[in-house]
């Protein structure tokens, strides 16, 4: 599902070209689009390497963007995703996936670190992190940035269809406790994401959700099974972003972001940060040790980084950016909404998770397998 694909297409146009978010721009204009393409040109230094291939989450760009760095650079991308945390590593931890950009959530980079999977940037190819927020420069899960560049961030919360939903959405026990779920037998999803899923229901509990007490992870198993008779399935945003949007789905454990590109096309979509706390994320842009095209990728890296590129993203999809150079270009529905930059006492609510070790993933792992079987 795409929102008002050449309306946005065209403010991407206005975007880049003229450094100002025009909304009213399309994209038959072919006069206006071939300025903004010369201007991208002086953007973006053409590379040796003819190819960058980029694993990432589903619908999380805008897909002419790609086009437009193809067009301008020469390189041709190979644009896979994942729908899951699990899924990229299974493909990408054995170290032969063949891919050059790896967006990895924060917990996730120290683990892929101490494996030797992610190269260190260079960043004398990165001109363009001038443009990050200073919070962002010096991350806990990566000291230094050595090896990532944030995207995006946003928040894991629930989505919700307020025509459908009784009483409004405003904690985990709307979806945990039975006597509420079951109001919406087999309408409600989760995350097919082990971290997320578990984290839910410890917040639930009135546990961190980075914590490894035995006894605390069996009560959150207990909570997931027995929500699980009550549920329609676990999934992802490729299922949820549509079922929230056309009706087949009346709440869904979330991301952020996916849940304002399914009230674009349905207003009656809503979404809630849990009064108990939620997940705060970031997810980050990294190049593998093996990467095949090493300098396409920070190409590719570099160009995200455009304060009017982080913009146009930022707006299509609905999440915060680390980039402080684009706030000018955000669109107001998007800078100044609370469930997409919350404020501080909300913030202090939101935890990032925390990475684990081997033994302590397989807590989680045995959690996960004995709630989805």
């Given at each position: 599902?795409?929102?008002?694909?050449?309306?946005?297409?065209?403010?991407?146009?206005?975007?880049?070209?003229?450094?100002?978010?025009?909304?009213?721009?399309?994209?038959?204009?072919?006069?206006?689009?071939?300025?903004?393409?010369?201007?991208?040109?002086?953007?973006?230094?053409?590379?040796?390497?003819?190819?960058?291939?980029?694993?990432?989450?589903?619908?999380?760009?805008?897909?002419?963007?790609?086009?437009?760095?193809?067009?301008?650079?020469?390189?041709?991308?190979?644009?896979?995703?994942?729908?899951?945390?699990?899924?990229?590593?299974?493909?990408?931890?054995?170290?032969?996936?063949?891919?050059?950009?790896?967006?990895?959530?924060?917990?996730?980079?120290?683990?892929?670190?101490?494996?030797?999977?992610?190269?260190?940037?260079?960043?004398?190819?990165?001109?363009?992190?001038?443009?990050?927020?200073?919070?962002?420069?010096?991350?806990?899960?990566?000291?230094?940035?050595?090896?990532?560049?944030?995207?995006?961030?946003?928040?894991?919360?629930?989505?919700?269809?307020?025509?459908?939903?009784?009483?409004?959405?405003?904690?985990?026990?709307?979806?945990?406790?039975?006597?509420?779920?079951?109001?919406?037998?087999?309408?409600?999803?989760?995350?097919?994401?082990?971290?997320?899923?578990?984290?839910?229901?410890?917040?639930?509990?009135?546990?961190?959700?980075?914590?490894?007490?035995?006894?605390?992870?069996?009560?959150?198993?207990?909570?997931?099974?027995?929500?699980?008779?009550?549920?329609?399935?676990?999934?992802?945003?490729?299922?949820?972003?549509?079922?929230?949007?056309?009706?087949?789905?009346?709440?869904?454990?979330?991301?952020?972001?996916?849940?304002?590109?399914?009230?674009?096309?349905?207003?009656?979509?809503?979404?809630?940060?849990?009064?108990?706390?939620?997940?705060?994320?970031?997810?980050?842009?990294?190049?593998?040790?093996?990467?095949?095209?090493?300098?396409?990728?920070?190409?590719?890296?570099?160009?995200?980084?455009?304060?009017?590129?982080?913009?146009?993203?930022?707006?299509?999809?609905?999440?915060?950016?680390?980039?402080?150079?684009?706030?000018?270009?955000?669109?107001?529905?998007?800078?100044?909404?609370?469930?997409?930059?919350?404020?501080?006492?909300?913030?202090?609510?939101?935890?990032?998770?925390?990475?684990?070790?081997?033994?302590?993933?397989e807590k989680y792992q045995k959690v996960w397998l004995d709630v989805v079987g």
């Amino acid at each position: 599902m795409k929102i008002a694909a050449a309306g946005v297409v065209g403010a991407a146009v206005g975007a880049v070209a003229g450094n100002y978010y025009g909304a009213q721009t399309t994209l038959t204009q072919e006069e206006s689009l071939k300025t903004q393409l010369e201007d991208l040109k002086k953007k973006i230094p053409v590379q040796p390497e003819g190819e960058v291939r980029v694993y990432t989450w589903s619908e999380y760009i805008h897909e002419y963007l790609i086009d437009v760095f193809k067009m301008n650079t020469g390189i041709n991308v190979i644009y896979d995703t994942f729908e899951s945390t699990d899924e990229m590593r299974a493909k990408v931890s054995p170290g032969q996936s063949g891919y050059d950009v790896v967006m990895i959530t924060d917990y996730i980079i120290p683990e892929f670190v101490n494996l030797g999977l992610l190269a260190e940037l260079d960043t004398a190819l990165l001109p363009n992190l001038i443009h990050l927020d200073d919070k962002f420069k010096n991350p806990d899960y990566d000291p230094g940035g050595k090896h990532s560049v944030p995207y995006l961030w946003g928040t894991t919360g629930i989505g919700w269809n307020s025509a459908k939903v009784t009483d409004p959405i405003a904690s985990w026990a709307d979806v945990f406790e039975p006597e509420k779920v079951k109001k919406y037998e087999k309408t409600v999803t989760m995350l097919d994401d082990m971290r997320e899923t578990i984290g839910a229901a410890m917040k639930y509990l009135g546990y961190s959700l980075n914590d490894l007490d035995d006894s605390h992870l069996n009560e959150a198993k207990q909570v997931l099974l027995g929500q699980k008779p009550h549920l329609a399935k676990y999934t992802g945003a490729l299922e949820y972003i549509p079922g929230l949007a056309g009706g087949r789905f009346t709440i869904s454990h979330a991301y952020s972001g996916d849940v304002f590109v399914a009230a674009a096309d349905n207003p009656d979509v809503k979404y809630t940060i849990p009064k108990e706390g939620c997940t705060l994320w970031v997810d980050n842009m990294t190049v593998l040790k093996n990467a095949p095209h090493p300098v396409a990728a920070h190409a590719w890296i570099n160009y995200i980084v455009d304060p009017t590129v982080m913009a146009i993203i930022s707006n299509v999809r609905y999440y915060a950016n680390p980039n402080k150079d684009s706030f000018p270009f955000l669109n107001k529905d998007v800078a100044e909404d609370p469930a997409i930059y919350p404020p501080e006492d909300v913030y202090k609510k939101l935890e990032i998770m925390k990475p684990v070790t081997p033994a302590e993933l397989e807590k989680y792992q045995k959690v996960w397998l004995d709630v989805v079987g």
